[in-house]
């Protein structure tokens, strides 16, 4: 999984897309896109964004096959399309301004990588405390 970000739920343009109902389940619960996705084993914010950046007609197919595959879904592939296509039509224009990933400063460091340079920076210093003890 990726790293998240706390706040981007605040600002994503994809809040829309993710939040809308597909329809209500067997039980009689409303049922999310985000709920889809998440049911699917999908990060639903990295796949609103590759659904974003699609022809709308492959976005489509997409998302109607995630819906009808979905474990238990009361909706077949046809009716899925349907759904599917009314959904695509809120996912923004834009895919390069699309999600929080818009909102990161050029070159700004991932969390991983500025702990692994933390972890390099310790262990030169260790080293070089090191190597001057045995030195002298």
């Known amino acids: 999984m990726t790293d998240t970000d706390a706040y981007a739920l605040q600002r994503s343009d994809l809040n829309g897309f993710l939040f809308a109902q597909v329809g209500e389940e067997t039980s009689g619960n409303p049922l999310s896109v985000l709920s889809v996705l998440a049911r699917l084993g999908l990060d639903p914010w990295q796949e609103a964004r590759r659904l974003a950046s699609l022809p709308a007609r492959a976005a489509v197919e997409g ?19 349907v759904i599917a296509e009314r959904l695509v039509g ?11 990933a818009r909102l990161q400063p050029q070159g700004a460091a991932k969390p991983a990588a500025r702990r692994l340079a933390l972890a390099l920076l310790v262990a030169a210093a260790v080293l070089s405390t090191l190597a001057l003890r045995f030195a002298g």
């Open 63 to 81: 998302l109607a096959q995630a819906i009808a595959g979905m474990p238990a879904s009361p909706w077949p592939l046809p009716d899925a399309t």
């Open 90 to 100: 809120l996912l923004p224009r834009h895919p390069a301004r699309v999600g929080p």
